[in-house]
Nanobody
């Protein structure tokens, strides 16, 4: 079993920056894809960005340029650098990992962007 733990969320002013981390632990063999999602109250969970084990990335068009995903395979950790944050970025941010055909979710970390 793989466990994912997000960290780095909190309260930030509009225009500020935040860096989220997600560390995978447990019976980690080889995580193929790690990604970040977010979900605002009453909204669907949406993909922000994904990164493969070899570094290929994919971003949601609306966030590309402000958000950067990165990965440290040795630490089984994925990061999300968020810059120029807006109030509409307020949501619970979730880490996701795909290992072979099995996917895992973290419990989420709350990001609140005040105006």
């Amino acid at each position: 079993q793989v466990q994912l733990v997000e960290s780095g969320g909190g309260l930030v002013q509009a225009g500020g920056s935040l860096r989220l981390s997600c560390a995978a632990s447990g019976s980690v063999v080889s995580i193929d894809v790690m990604s970040w999602y977010r979900q605002a109250p009453g909204k669907q969970r949406e993909l922000i960005a994904a990164i493969t084990s070899i570094g290929d990335t994919n971003y949601a068009d609306s966030d590309e340029g402000r958000f950067t995903i990165s990965r440290d395979n040795a630490k089984n950790t994925v990061y999300l650098q968020m810059n120029s944050l807006k109030p509409e970025d307020t949501a619970i941010y979730y880490c996701h990992a795909l290992e072979y055909v099995v996917d895992y979710w973290g419990k989420g970390t709350l990001v609140t962007v005040s105006s």
